[in-house]
């Protein structure tokens, strides 16, 4: 299928529609587009960096939003909102419905790119391109933007999309080629009602321990806590 859009020009005021924001840097939103393999994996000259500003950016929009608005929700709810809506599902969607698909730049190797390979990218540049707004006009304009994508996903029912943290957190730590293991250091109460203790370990490393009446529900929630912790 030819491509939409010819020169990286069309593609800056694709996105300048899109933002509703005119760049004063147009070469940041050209940074946002730039897939790594259209760098010959030169990290500087993609959108990576940014996408890692960008996921900063988002979190703390979506956390921001969450506390302002569900003053009666806990620190646990909180988090639960946050990790359910910054993650590649929602940020994926949003940039498909406005055809980044067709906007990011991709190398001659990517350009058949999978169906899971279009999604990650697509993730990435909802995330680069916050990275971007933040950087060109500053945290209040990049907010408006992010949650004018997000907002109808930020509510307690966003916490039913988290209800499986431990392949969320599994996806997550593998991107960077992580492994994840958890195991049971404790269990207390009687024989007909034991209580479980489990540990997330990532590389390893212990990161987040909690309690559950089974050592399925420990581990889930010990995974739900790493998750927190990991997208702050």
């Known amino acids: 299928m030819p491509e939409k859009y010819s020169t990286v020009k069309e593609r800056v005021r694709a996105v300048e529609h899109f933002t509703g924001h005119d ?22 000259l993609s959108y990576q960096r940014l996408e890692f500003l960008g996921d900063a950016v988002i979190g703390l929009c979506v956390a921001d939003y969450a506390y302002r608005n569900y003053p009666h929700a806990d620190e646990g709810a909180l988090t639960k909102m946050r990790v359910a809506v910054v993650k590649g599902t929602f940020l994926s969607e949003r940039q498909q419905a406005a055809g980044f ?39 209040e304009r990049a907010y408006r933007w992010v949650m004018a994508q997000l907002e109808e996903y930020v509510t307690p029912d966003a916490i039913l999309a988290s209800a499986n943290p431990k392949s969320e957190l599994q996806e997550l730590v593998q991107r960077t080629g992580g492994v994840v293991t958890y195991r049971i250091v404790g269990e207390s109460g009687p024989a007909h009602a034991p209580r479980f203790i489990a540990e997330v370990l990532i590389n390893n490393v212990a990161h987040a321990k909690a309690e559950g009446e089974s050592k399925k529900a420990a581990e889930a929630e010990a995974a739900a806590q790493a998750l927190g912790e990991l997208t702050r």
Do not use: C, N, W
């Open 23 to 44: 760049f004063q840097d147009k070469k940041l939103v050209e940074l946002a587009l730039t897939h790594p393999s259209a760098t010959e994996h030169e990290p500087l």
């Open 101 to 139: 698909d067709q906007l990011i730049i991709f190398g001659a190797s990517e350009k058949s790119s999978s169906s899971r390979g279009m999604t990650r990218a697509l993730e990435d540049s909802f995330e680069s391109l916050a990275g971007a707004l933040y950087l060109d006009a500053g945290f």
